[in-house]
Structures are given as C-alpha cells and as structure tokens.
C-alpha cells in the first residue's frame, strides 16, 4: 500500500471511529434517559436461584429472612444486651462477608442468649449465634470459620432451597403477584423456623457451606485452620452425644474435605488466629 | 511541510481509533439484579448512595480489587461489585436469575434488609406476639459495626478481602 493510500485509509478511519463514538455516546443519552423511565412496576428485580424457583421477589425473600431471624432469638433467650460482644461478632462477620460474593449485600450479625451450641443463618443475610457456642469457640479464626459456614448458606440460599424441597409453596406464582401474601409468607417463615432449629442441612448443603467457609476466612485474612479445629473439636464433643451443634453434623469427611481445600488453595500458612483479641472480647 | 502534515494526520487517526477502541470496551454495564447498592467505598463498609435497578446503564469509570467505580445516568457515582454486573441487559449470570417485582422499589423496600422491618415482618412478629424491636436491635449492631470495621481490619492485621477468582460467583 502507498503511503497516500494508507494515509487515506487512515482517515477514513478515523472519520468511522469519531462517528462510531458519537453514535455509541447518543445511544447511551438514549437509554439513559428514555429507556431509564420505564415506569417501575414493569422493571425486573432479581434475587438468586432458590427464590426465583420459588417466585419470591428479593423483598419478600427478605421478609421472610426478618421472620425466621426473629423468631428464633425470640424462642432462644432474645438478643444479647451485651452491644459491645455483638459488634465485635458483627465485626468479624463482616470481615468475612467482605471477602464473599456478598460483600454487597448488608448481611446482619447478632449473638442469642442461648446455652444451646449452635449458629443459625436466615435467608437474605441473617446469622445468629449462641452464646452456648461463643464459649465452645478459642479464637478469632474459629469464630470466622463458623461465621463464615453460615455467610456460605445465605449465598448459596440453602434455607429457600429447603422450602422448596419441601413443596410449601406450589403455588407460588400467587405469592410474586399479590400484595396480600402475609400469611404464605408466615407459613414458610415457620417452616423455615422449625427446619433451622430441629432439622439439618443435607450433607451436599454442609459441604457447599465448608467450602465456602474455607475460602472466605483464607482471603479475609484468617488462619482456615481455625474451621477445621473447631470442626475436630465439635466432631469430638458429638461423638460423646454432647448435642453440640446438632444441626451441623461434622462428619470426618467434612473435616477431610476442609483440610484438602486449605491444602489445595495454597495457603501460605500466614493467616491471622487472633486468639487474644477474641478473649479480650468473650472473656468476663 | 505536507510531509509534516501527512504525519500529524497519521498520528491523529491512530490516536482516534486507539480511543475509539477503549470507548468501545468501555464500559457500560448493567446490574444483574434488582436494588443494587451503590456504595461509596469499595468494601462492606461503604454507605449506600442510592439504589439501581437491571435497566440502569452504568458507566465503569475505574476497578479496584473486585470493585467497580461506576457513574450513574444522573452523574453520581459509587462503588459495586464487578459480579453484579454484565455487559448486556437482563444477562443474569452467577445464580442471579430475574422475576417481576412487586410495586414500586423505592428506598425504603430497598432498605428492607438494611435496616427497616419488613411489612411482612412487623405482620408476622403481631402474629406471634414478638416484640419487632428485636429486628431493630440487630439492625443497630451493623450500623455500629459498619463505623468501627476499617480500624478492626487494620488492627487484625487481616487483608479484609483478597481478590481471589474463585469467589465470583
């Protein structure tokens, strides 16, 4: 090609170009500020694969999540008055929320004033846990691992995925179309309620929550080996009928599979165990 | 001097098409769900500037980490997890799938969840004879906790959040 033909398709060009932005930057003035004032109502919302199954909008996902969170303080000793043990029980669950596919999403932290050892998750970003299990707990990583293992049922919607299984709402179309749905959606929060509290997660469910954990309290900063202690601890206490945890099995599998994944990630053995600063929260 | 001109003709036309280009990848995206927060910091700490909803373009201004920096139609800009968004309207990806929603999602429906009982919720706490003020009071906590997370972070010596591949959904 000469230089005169190149400089010529060059121009050309460059003419393309500077019309392609123009178009490009009118066509965003458009959508912008045409397409933008469809009127709400026709607007879609999403929420994840569980609720859309169950044709839940994200606010009445979330409706249910402040149902089941509320009813089980209320049925366990309420929430602690001790402001200054839920922060910092918020604090490390926020930690590790910042290091999920959920750091976006407000996910809420409180501690219940129940001596039974267990840790509950709500859907839409609700974990309580037990004072029972704070005092099982040695530190700061740990408390992370299990933070974490309930963050992971909350992304994964394992609770909305349980209410589906169990075929509570065949009609759920009605409860995406109508305002006045209190009462299915009261129906399912107790579902919810009893599934939480006397049930527990399927294995797939627990295993998905493990992985999660693992990786979660890895990249927020925390020893993962936290989990797996904790895990070992608990899967001690349960082999002696201790009732610890009963609706979280830890399984010698599990603990197996936590251990691989810390291998396997490539850990560097860094993480943080803040075992005194733990102390100097939970300690009287 | 046409040799001259030849040249500032050359270099301007490569110039246009080398900005045609990022224009092109550039970066408008859309969220891939509905009431998505936009933060004004890059992390679980940042405050909620205003809601957006999946027909929102949003222009990507710059990336930190997982994070976004995106500037609304109306000029504002925030801060929004790069997973919460795709290139093309309405492409749910990552377990985000789309429903019609109910009325109006104004703030307060978005707040729900962030810190304002539900209606189903107040409803459901009158069925059963619970105090709501339990909802209220583990709302506190976060907001609480949201001011003191950073200096906690700090103190920990933890990373806060590392930006591995695998925890996109």
Not at chain 1, 54 to 68: M, N, P, R
Not at chain 1, 151 to 155: K, N, S
């Given at each position: 090609m000469s230089t005169n033909k190149m400089r010529a398709a060059l121009t050309a060009a460059f003419v393309f170009a500077s019309v392609s932005a123009l178009a490009q930057g009118f066509g965003g003035f458009l959508k912008d500020n045409l397409l933008n004032n469809v009127p709400f109502g026709h607007q879609i919302?999403?929420?994840?694969?569980?609720?859309?199954?169950?044709?839940?909008?994200?606010?009445?996902?979330?409706?249910?999540?402040?149902?089941?969170?509320?009813?089980?303080?209320?049925?366990n000793g309420g929430v602690s008055r001790d402001n200054r043990l839920n922060d910092y029980v918020s604090l490390v669950g926020m930690t590790v929320v910042n290091a999920?596919?959920?750091?976006?999403?407000?996910?809420?932290?409180?501690?219940?004033?129940?001596?039974?050892?267990?840790?509950?998750?709500?859907?839409?970003?609700?974990?309580?846990?037990?004072?029972?299990?704070?005092?099982?707990?040695?530190?700061?990583?740990?408390?992370?691992?299990?933070?974490?293992h309930e963050?992971?049922?909350?992304?994964h919607e394992h609770g909305l995925a349980a209410v589906r299984r169990a075929n509570l709402l065949k009609a759920g179309v009605t409860l995406a179309s109508t305002n006045s749905s209190f009462a299915e959606l009261g129906a399912v929060s107790d579902y919810l309620v009893d599934f939480l509290t006397k049930q527990a997660f399927d294995q797939p469910a627990e295993i998905e929550a493990d992985d999660s954990a693992v990786q979660y309290v890895t990249a927020a900063g925390y020893d993962p080996n936290g989990y797996v202690r904790f895990l070992q601890r608990l899967a001690v206490v349960q082999a002696g009928g201790g009732g610890l945890f009963s609706t979280h099995p830890a399984t010698a599998d599990r603990i197996k599979r936590a251990t691989a994944n810390i291998a396997r990630s490539g850990y560097d053995g860094g993480g943080k165990r803040l075992d005194a600063r733990f102390r100097q929260y939970t300690v009287r | 001097m046409r040799d001259r001109l030849?040249?500032?003709?050359?270099?301007?036309?490569?110039?246009?098409?080398v900005f045609s280009a990022a224009m092109a990848v550039a970066q408008v995206m859309y969220p891939q769900r509905g009431n998505l927060q936009i933060l004004d910091a890059p992390d679980i700490a940042g405050?909620?500037?205003?809601?957006?909803e999946p027909n929102i373009a949003l222009q990507v201004m710059s990336k930190k980490g997982r994070w976004d920096q995106v500037k609304l139609p109306a000029g504002t800009v925030g801060w929004v997890l790069e997973s919460a968004l795709a290139a093309k309207q309405g492409s749910g990806q990552g377990g985000l799938t789309n429903v019609m929603s109910l009325g109006k999602p104004t703030l307060d429906t978005a707040a729900a969840g962030r810190g304002i009982a539900s209606d189903g919720a107040r409803q459901y706490a009158a069925s059963k004879h619970y105090d709501p003020a339990i909802l209220q009071q583990i709302f506190e906590i976060r907001i609480r906790a949201r001011g003191q997370w950073r200096a906690f972070v700090r103190t920990g010596g933890l990373t806060g959040a590392a930006d591995l591949a695998e925890l996109r959904p």
């Open positions: 919302s999403a929420v994840g694969d569980a609720a859309q199954a169950l044709s839940l909008t994200s606010e009445q996902a979330d409706s249910i999540g402040q149902s089941v969170t509320m009813s089980i303080a209320a049925q999920s596919p959920w750091a976006d999403r407000p996910v809420h932290f409180a501690v219940i004033n129940s001596p039974i050892v267990n840790a509950y998750s709500a859907p839409n970003g609700y974990v309580l846990i037990t004072t029972g299990a704070l005092a099982q707990i040695q530190d700061e990583s740990e408390l992370a691992g299990v933070l974490a963050v992971g049922h909350v992304v | 030849g040249r500032a003709t050359t270099i301007a036309a490569v110039t246009a098409l405050v909620p500037v205003t809601t957006v």
